[in-house]
């Protein structure tokens, strides 16, 4: 399946899987994290309390869980937390099973589509450049490509800076 990049609002995103990036508490925030909670609504939170938690975290960095979606049009969340690019110990390799712990969420919940936003590229600081080359490594692995994979950029010129990492045969008209 293509890798298909796109400007837009991940709420909106026909896909069986919404990836969110979330924080450890998986309580909601502001970024997509407060987008996808505000179209959810609360039934989106309330899912996310029954996570189990240890002292306070409910996703570690570099994980990944799923829950039901709310008023979203997808059936799943997947709340993923990335590194804080200054802060997190080797943020690649961080940032990298983000997106790999997703896609093995939606694989075992048969999902048939996914939607990634830009993980840990707002108030987590990852440089934008740095982090598409990262993730689209990872999107075109040989093991995801049964789903088809959307990420959505906020800004026109995200969306360009992630074009260039995407092989010219991936390309979809934007
Ligand atoms: N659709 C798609 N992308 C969006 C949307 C949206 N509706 N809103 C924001 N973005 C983009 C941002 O422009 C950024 O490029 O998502 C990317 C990720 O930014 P953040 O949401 O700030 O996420 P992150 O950097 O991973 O920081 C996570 O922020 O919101 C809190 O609770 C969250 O503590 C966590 C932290």
Not at 113 to 140: K, R
Request: one cysteine or more; glycine letters at 8%.
């Amino acid at each position: 399946m293509p890798v298909t990049l796109l400007c837009g609002d991940i709420t909106q995103a026909k896909v069986d899987a919404i990836v969110n990036a979330a924080n450890t508490r998986m309580l909601g925030g502001g970024g997509v994290d407060g987008a996808i909670h505000r179209a959810a609504g609360p039934d989106l939170l309330a899912a996310c309390y029954a996570v189990p938690e240890v002292e306070g975290v409910r996703c570690p960095v570099g994980q990944a869980r799923i829950t039901a979606a709310g008023n979203l049009p997808a059936r799943y969340v997947i709340h993923t937390v990335g590194p804080r690019f200054e802060f997190d110990d080797d943020p690649p390799a961080l940032l990298a099973s983000a997106y790999r712990t997703s896609f093995e969420l939606a694989l075992g919940n048969d999902c048939r589509s996914i939607a990634f936003p830009a993980i840990s590229c707002g108030v987590y600081g990852y440089p934008m450049a740095q982090a598409a080359e990262i993730a689209l490594t990872v999107c075109l692995d040989q093991r995801y490509r049964q789903l088809e994979e959307y990420l959505y950029l906020h800004q026109q010129a995200d969306l360009e800076a992630w074009t260039v990492y995407l092989p010219s045969s991936e390309r979809a008209a934007f």
